[in-house]
Every structure is written in C-alpha cells, then in structure tokens.
T-cell receptor
Framework: DGGITQSPKYLFRKEGQNVTLSCEQN?????MYWYRQDPGQGLRLIYY???????QKGDIAEGYSVSREKKESFPLTVTSAQKNPTAFYLC????????????FGQGTRLTVV | AQSVTQLDSQVPVFEEAPVELRCNYSSSVSVYLFWYVQYPNQGLQLLLKYLSGSTLVKGINGFEAEFNKSQTSFHLRKPSVHISDTAEYFCAVKAWNFNKFYFGSGTKLNVKP
C-alpha cells in the first residue's frame, strides 16, 4: 500500500544535540512538507519542497534544516539552535495537481530530556 | 496568502446529538478547502474536500460540509455523533494555483455518553 512513513514514532533528545526525523513516501508525490504541532496552535509549516533538490522555508524554519536529494525522502534535522523542540512533527506529501489533498504520516513525537 | 480561523477550540456534545464545527477562511484568490480528523498521537486523515461544483460535500463517517463563498465559510456538520467521533478536527485551505496548505488551530470534539 502506498503511504508516508515517519520514523521513529518517539524520539528523545538531550539538550544541545541534533536529531534527524525520517520521512519516506511511495506515492510518487512531488511536493513534501514538514509541520510542527503544539497543543492549541494547530499545524505550523517548517519547510516544504516542491521538487527534488529544492526547498523553501515555511513560517517557523529557524533551528531546523532539511534536504531533498530523492523524490521519496524528505528528512528533517532539528538542530541545537531550536530552543523549544519538544513537539509532535508531521510529514505530508501531495501530488503536483493543485486540486488534491495532502497525505500525512503518523508523526514523530520529539521530547527533549 | 491564505488563512483559516476555527472559531471553537473545544466542542462538547452528547452522543447522538448533531454537531457543527465552524471554519472561516481568508483569501484573495479561489481556493480549495479541506477537513481533516486527527486521533491522539496519529497523523491527519482526510474527511472531505471542496474543489468545485456543488457547495455541499459529503465525506467519510457521515460528515458533510457546506462551502459558502459569500461568508467565506466551510462549516463541518454531522447529524448524529458517536463516541468514536471524539477527536481533533482541522480545517485547511489551499490556493487554486499554489501547492501550499494553511491549517486552522483545530477544534477538539468531545462526545459524551
């Protein structure tokens, strides 16, 4: 079955460490997105990529970095510069047809310890 | 750019009662509209979408929504809710010509027995 796989489901990080969240899709979608979810704040866009080797900052990109070397993969690195990284992170993808919805992975819950 | 406002952060309702979750959007161009549902610690699942045509759209699990262009609204309704409908619901908007989604802050539906 086609879908989006995020790993790990739970991740613990010590302060000052960088961590990378994985997102893989087999839907043959061109566009991929990373969102951060905090209670009561909905989904906030971190980065998005419309095509391989290209990506743009979203609304809250500071302290995060991404790469898009393959169509199927869009990993997110949470760097030590991100002051409050504890959150639920969601990856999504969509085809290049404008009238289609976004498909979501199951999320990664990151906790700083 | 687009924006979405979900007017109610929480909606308590008794089982078998009707419910309406409100969503208003802002955009200077034509848009596509979506409703998603999220169960705890999971990703978002599409309930329904409005692309064009009939303003009343039906989705999964007995939900429906009505697009009102003059009031820039896309309210979600269900005539009789079940305990299993307890979840968080997100309204989202996307411009017709750009592949970027904007989400509301979410409404938590709490169905009581």
């Amino acid at each position: 079955d086609g879908g989006i796989t995020q790993s790990p489901k739970y991740l613990f990080r010590k302060e000052g460490q960088n961590v990378t969240l994985s997102c893989e899709q087999n839907l043959n979608h061109d566009a991929m997105y990373w969102y951060r979810q905090d209670p009561g704040q909905g989904l906030r866009l971190i980065y998005y990529s419309q095509i391989v080797n290209d990506f743009q900052k979203g609304d809250i990109a500071e302290g995060y970095s991404v790469s898009r070397e393959k169509k199927e993969s869009f990993p997110l690195t949470v760097t030590s510069a991100q002051k409050n990284p504890t959150a639920f992170y969601l990856c999504a993808s969509t085809s290049d047809s404008m009238n289609t919805e976004a498909f979501f992975g199951q999320g990664t819950r990151l906790t700083v310890v | 750019a687009q924006s979405v406002t979900q007017l109610d952060s929480q909606v308590p309702v008794f089982e078998e009662a009707p419910v309406e979750l409100r969503c208003n959007y802002s955009s200077s161009v034509s848009v596509y509209l979506f409703w998603y549902v999220q169960y705890p610690n999971q990703g978002l699942q599409l309930l329904l979408k409005y692309l064009s045509g009939s303003t009343l759209v039906k989705g999964i699990n007995g939900f429906e929504a009505e697009f009102n262009k003059s009031q820039t609204s896309f309210h979600l309704r269900k005539p009789s809710v079940h305990i299993s409908d307890t979840a968080e619901y997100f309204c989202a908007v996307k411009a017709w010509n750009f592949n970027k989604f904007y989400f509301g802050s979410g409404t938590k539906l709490n169905v009581k027995p």
